[in-house]
């Protein structure tokens, strides 16, 4: 079965530093991207970026580049989301997700999402 | 940057009719690169179409998308209870609308 399992849920001060993490079964993990996707508390869903597990390629979208860093480590199938200085407003669940086809942007396999609190 | 407008924002209809969403996008986008999802409370998205008319797999073909250029829909034939939800279109690149609940009237 493909499937993405994300790590479990935090709780975070501001100022802290997380990393988050995606691990993929069931397929070649370094054939399909890996994005990851934000969804704050009852709102949408925004794409923050991808990785290319084969060469650890990224693009960021303009709203998140900068804010997060996404890498990923082959060996062991697992795609990361990390923050430097977590703030409250990176309040919201994360997902890893995989597209339908190689080099598409269509997400049919997701993480089950890991929801991150940042309080003080 | 492309702007994705969805509507309604939120659709009031009985289990066996009609839904009709729309995806309206602020400069063309390849049909190729269109997507819809669903999601429940608590659940992650799921993938309903992508190449704006190609269903995923396992998905009903009571869900149908078309469109092209700017404006796009997602049309579910007959409502079924469990379609109740929220959906999201998505411009492969990687935007996504503000959604429309779909929600029992």
């Known amino acids: 079965e493909v499937q993405l399992v994300q790590s479990g849920a935090e709780v975070k001060k501001p100022g802290e530093s997380l990393r988050i993490s995606c691990k993929g079964s069931?397929?070649?993990?370094?054939?399909?991207?890996i994005s990851w996707v934000r969804q704050m508390p009852g709102k949408g869903l925004e794409w923050m970026g991808r990785i290319d597990p084969s060469d650890s390629y990224t693009n960021y979208s303009p709203s998140f580049q900068g804010h997060v860093t996404i890498s990923a480590d082959k060996s062991i199938s697992t795609a990361y989301l990390q923050w430097s200085s977590l703030k409250a407003s990176d309040t919201a669940m994360y997902y890893c997700?995989?597209?339908?086809?190689?080099?598409?942007?269509?997400?049919?396999?997701w993480g089950q999402g890991t929801m991150v609190t940042v309080s003080s | 940057e492309i702007v994705l407008t969805q509507s309604p924002g939120t659709l009031s209809l009985s289990p066996g009719e009609r839904a009709t969403l729309s995806c309206r996008a602020s400069q063309s986008v390849s049909s190729s690169y269109l997507a819809w999802y669903q999601q429940k409370p608590g659940q992650a998205p799921r993938l309903l179409i992508y190449g704006a008319s190609s269903r995923a797999t396992g998905i009903p073909d009571r869900f149908s998308g078309s469109g092209s250029g700017t404006d796009f829909t997602l049309t579910i034939s007959r409502l079924e209870p469990e379609d109740f939800a929220v959906y999201y279109c998505q411009q492969y690149g990687s935007f996504f609308g503000q959604g429309t609940k779909l929600e029992i009237k």
């Open positions: 069931g397929y070649s993990f370094t054939s399909y991207w």
């Open positions: 997700a995989r597209p339908v086809r190689v080099a598409t942007d269509a997400f049919d396999i």
